[in-house]
């Protein structure tokens, strides 16, 4: 078969989100903070096909949705393909496939609707054409369910965001990697649901039996990215009666403080001057983002 990639390299941007913005990491790794094997606690069983259509970006973007809809809800539903690989409102690119960073992007900007109210499961150029056609009659009943989104770089920063926010995260491969039959260097786009102590266990979008849950090394993995679910923080060491609680959660739902990926906060720790920096950053993008006037620091 020849495969196509369906989802391309994003090129490096200096304003990509580090880990830095969602979550500490104690020094040096953050072993100390998760387990050595996990897998987050609910994902969709059924298994999707994205049959000949390069849509992979926007079939693993929706089951990370349909993921974090579930945690907020409690419900199971579906959410649209053709809402995401359609939207190119955000990017030059308007061919098939989508670059990595394209999806959460947009996902950030305008959200995702459930595919029983709007769905299209075409290639390119119809799926835009589509999307467009459709955007007035139901965005309004799009639904925004992620922050922010960054670039993770490192082993330890998968898993560490993975079990922080018990949700997948948005990767890619090589064909190769996936089907071993297969030598193509073509890339395709999944969701990491969990990992091992020496593999990351992907949910694939290419029907129940063909390679449904691939086991790949890190090694093999060329893009991760982490969208971080729109959920209030709940330190697991902020009890209620605490003198300072009301001030660390104002300071955690404004996403200047994060904690770690155990979802602990550590109030009576030292900070680390590595720590510093990072709620340095976050306060200055804090003024930027929720100021009209901005403030240089």
Known sequence: MNYKSGALLSPKDKRDWQISMCMDMPSGSGKEVYPDEYTVSWFPEKMKNQLQVNSCTSFATALIFECIYHKITGNNHDFSIGYTYGNRRETEYKGEGQIMRDCPKALLKYGNVLSDIYECLEEV???????????????????KLISGYVRLRSEDEVKA?????????????????INPLSKSEALHAMPIIGYTKRHFIFQNSWGQYKCPHPKIEYDKIIEKWGMIPMLEKNFTDVNNDRWSAKAIQAAANDGIIQGFPDNSFKPEEAMTREQAAALWERMKRYFEENYEKKVKL
Do not use: G, H, L
């Open 125 to 143: 150029s119809p799926v835009i054409d589509s999307f467009e056609k459709n955007y007035d009659k139901y965005s309004e009943y799009a639904k």
């Open 161 to 177: 965001f993975i079990y922080k926010y018990d949700v997948p995260v948005f990767a890619n491969t090589r064909i190769k990697y």
